[in-house]
């Protein structure tokens, strides 16, 4: 789907330009030309960033949890959706690299404040973690993404929303997507559904009883 096939909701000219610049450094690394030799963007997409940006948007001060920060593509559509709703962003990104380029990118879109950038393993940090998270996007990789939500279940606020990326194609073998959903779809109180956005998005709601 081209980039310009969905709006951004968002009037803020820098945010507007920093979506445009990753869209053409996503298309110069298709072409062969890398950000950081070794790395791929991997981000979510528009469609996907415009999802995950109007789901978090309508919360109101949602204190969001992102795991696979990449070059921070996916974090500018959350942090332009924490400015809007009076919240704040904490991204986790293995690649201290990587890490530091969203940084830049953020900062230049207007929305550093908005994000705490954290660097290493989401499995050793977020049990150090308080929460509660109102918004959650698991995009990191795929065979963790059920050790970190057992991590972060109990972190969860009540009526919190988890939306989970490559659930349909793009993550490997799909093992862990898998089983990501079956526990999902086993825990009490949530409510799940996937989407068939950008490469599948398995979107859930948790409302403990
Ligand atoms: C699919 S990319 C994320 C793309 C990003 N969400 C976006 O849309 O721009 C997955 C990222 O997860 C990071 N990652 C892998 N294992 C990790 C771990 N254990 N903890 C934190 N990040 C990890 C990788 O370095 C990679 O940058």
Redesign the pocket.
């Known amino acids: 789907m081209p980039a310009d096939a969905v709006g951004t909701g968002s009037t803020d000219q820098r945010m507007q330009r920093a979506l445009e610049g990753y869209h053409a450094r996503i298309a110069a690394e298709r072409e062969g030309v890398p950000v950081i030799e070794g ?1 791929r ?5 528009p469609e ?2 415009q999802l995950v940006n109007l789901l978090a948007r309508a919360l109101p001060r949602p204190r969001i949890l ?10 500018l559509w959350l942090a332009d959706a924490a400015r809007a709703a009076g919240g704040h962003v904490t991204t ?4 201290s690299a ?1 890490s530091a380029h969203a940084e830049e990118q953020l900062g230049a879109a207007g929305l550093a404040d908005r994000v705490t950038f954290l660097v ?4 050793q ?1 977020l049990p150090g973690l308080a929460g509660p998270f109102d918004f959650v ?1 698991i ?3 795929k065979d ?1 993404y059920l050790p970190s939500f057992e991590i972060v279940l109990p972190k969860l606020a009540p009526g919190a929303i988890l939306a989970a ?2 659930m349909i194609r793009g ?1 490997g073998d799909g093992a862990g997507q898998a089983a990501y959903a079956a526990a999902v779809r086993a825990t009490p109180g949530m409510s799940s559904v996937l989407l068939p956005v950008g490469t599948g998005v398995e979107l859930s709601r948790y409302l403990p009883g």
Do not use: P, V
């Open positions: 790395h963007h991997m981000a979510i997409g996907t960033g992102e795991l696979g920060t990449s070059f921070g593509y996916s974090t986790l990104e293995l690649e990587k290493g393993d989401a499995l940090i996007l995009d990191h990789w963790l990326d490559n993550g």
